[in-house]
Every structure is written in C-alpha cells, then in structure tokens.
C-alpha cells in the first residue's frame, strides 16, 4: 500500500490507482470490503475489471481505521517520538520501584498520549479484559506477598490474545530466589518459554549494572550498543522450536541468554531476563546505554503489523 505508486507495475501484485489528492496508491482486488484494511472499502472501478480495495484520505486520527490511505491503521505520532500516540498498553503486576518511582510507566504515558497506560494490577485475565490492548508488559508480578498465582485458563486467554496480534513483554528480577519466576513462568508456558531459576549476571562493587552489549540483528537491538542487568534470571526455550513461529536471541551475556524474541501467529513476545531497564538509574545515569531506544524498539516491535507503526526517529526525546 505504499503511496506515491506510478503505475501497477510499482505495486507487486497490485494496482496503482489514484487518490483523488494528486497522488496514487496500491492497490488490492477484493470480494467484500472485509478484504480491504479497515478504513478502505471494495467497489468497482473505472477502467478494472474486478473490484478494487479504495480509500478516500483524510487526516490519521486514532479509530482503528487507515484514515490517510498509506496502509496503516492509526499511524499517529504528532510529537514525532517514535511511540504511537493510539496505542494502548497495559501493565500487569507492580512497577519496579528502586529510585524513583516508575520511570518506565512514566515515559510511555507522555509519548502514547490518546492511549496511555493502564495498569491491571492483579486482575483476573480474561478475553474481554486483554482485548483492548495492543501490548501487555509484565512487570513484577511476584506471587509472594505481592500478587496472586495466575491459572492456566489466563495464559490461554494470553496466548489467544498474542496469537490474535497482541504484543507481550515480560520482565523478571525483581525478587530473589526461589519462587521469583514460578508465576510468570505460568503464563509463558503455552510460548514455550520460561525464567531459569538461578540469579545471573549480578553487578559488582562498582554499583553499576552490568552492560548487556551482544545483540544479535533485530528490531528490538537497532542502534542499541548497551544495556544495563543486575541480578537477572536467563530465558529458556522454546526446547523445540514450533515450525510456525520465528524467534531470535537477540540478547546475550555472560553466556546467556537476556533478552528472546518471539512471533506468534499474528503476535510477538519478548521475554527479557531483568527488570532493570524499568529504573531510574538507568535512564539517567547512562549516557552508555540507549534504554529509551530499547523500549521505543521493543513497543514498535510488539506492535502488530499494519497497526500504530510510526517512524523511530534518529534521536529519541
Ligand atoms: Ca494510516
Ligand atoms: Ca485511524
Ligand atoms: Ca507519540
């Protein structure tokens, strides 16, 4: 659907076809309006002989629909920080704490500004409760005086929501052993995935988290050289990868594995082994890490394709 299409020979197995604004778009044919991108409606057309998907542009606002005819459904980003200013999150859980309070929570309010954040708490997951969220981060949900234990029946209702085109973020760390990880592990287990059991990578007498600095090619790790953990756990599986998703260690130290990403059915999760890039510290304290890079690729990464996609710019704000 990418504008500024001359002819159908620039759209690969479409048709270029004009806007009614001085410039053109690809194009698909369709049955029913159903298979064109909400917002787009099928109908005939001069000169084709099948229907066509169509689209009358006007400004992007967050509707759920592709209102200015590029292909993508609520791509607003008025303050240009790279966070789409539609998309909804929710936390699960208690936000890390050490230093000031909720630094993470924080930032992604000021930069999605029409669906800001909302924390779940402990509430009981079910279909009605994850569907209005783009993305879902997993913060210390520690069952021990803290939470609750979750059920299996909500890492269904999880999983269905990722395989449905959600986005899942998981972090872990926030308490010592045993039993940080029995609860979270919970909900990853129709992933396949899960938190080791024995504290990793734990900062010395310096008091500065340990960098993370091997990444392997993704979009999560774009222009990231450095990123800080202490007393993380690793991240295990899939033992076999299942043939229908596509997941990448994107982060290793130490010799294990930080930071894994994974797609699932229209969705995407990322389990990261630590919780410290939710801290103050290592916002402010770290002109050698890129922690606001790191989350501003992780939520475009967890975003489902053709959704709230908006360009990261070269400088995050
Ligand atoms: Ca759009
Ligand atoms: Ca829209
Ligand atoms: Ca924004």
Not at 71 to 93: E, L, P, S, W
Not at 121 to 131: C, F, I, N, P
Not at 249 to 265: D, F, H, L, M, P
Request: glycine residues 12%.
């Amino acid at each position: 659907m990418a504008n500024g299409c001359t002819d159908s020979s620039s759209c690969p197995g479409g048709i270029c076809i004009p806007l009614g604004s001085g410039t053109s778009v690809c194009t698909t044919t369709c049955g029913t309006t159903s298979d064109c991108i909400a917002g787009w409606t099928c109908g005939a057309m001069d000169g084709q002989s099948s229907s066509v998907c169509q689209c009358t542009p006007s400004p992007e606002i967050c509707d759920g629909l592709d209102n200015d005819c590029n292909g993508i459904i609520d791509d607003v980003d008025v303050n240009h920080d790279g966070i789409c200013d539609c998309i909804k999150i929710a936390t699960m859980g208690i936000p890390g704490t050490h230093g000031a309070l909720d630094v993470f929570g924080t930032w992604m309010a000021g930069r999605a500004s029409s669906g800001a954040v909302v924390a779940l708490g402990s509430q009981v997951l079910t279909a009605d409760v994850v569907a209005p969220f783009n993305i879902i981060v997993i913060e210390d949900i520690y069952q021990n005086g803290k939470g609750r234990a979750y059920t299996s029946d909500e890492a269904q209702v999880l999983s269905d929501w990722v395989n449905n085109g959600g986005g899942l973020m998981t972090m872990t760390g926030y308490s010592s052993p045993p039993n940080d990880n029995a609860n979270v592990n919970i909900l990853l287990l129709p992933f396949g995935l899960s938190y080791g059991e024995v504290q990793i990578l734990k900062k010395g007498a310096s008091a500065t988290t340990v960098p993370i600095t091997q990444f392997a090619v993704h979009p999560i790790t774009a222009g990231v050289t450095a990123v800080g953990v202490d007393n993380g756990y690793e991240v295990s599986g899939p033992a076999t990868p299942d043939p229908l998703s596509n997941f990448t260690v994107y982060a290793t130290g130490g010799g294990y594995r930080v930071g894994e990403a994974i797609q699932i059915g229209k969705g995407h999760v990322d389990v990261w082994g630590d919780e410290w890039i939710t801290y103050n510290s290592e916002w402010v304290n770290h002109p050698d890490y890129q922690v606001p890079l790191f989350w501003t690729n992780t939520i475009k990464w967890l975003t489902v394709a053709g959704t709230c996609q908006v360009p990261i710019p070269i400088i995050i704000p």
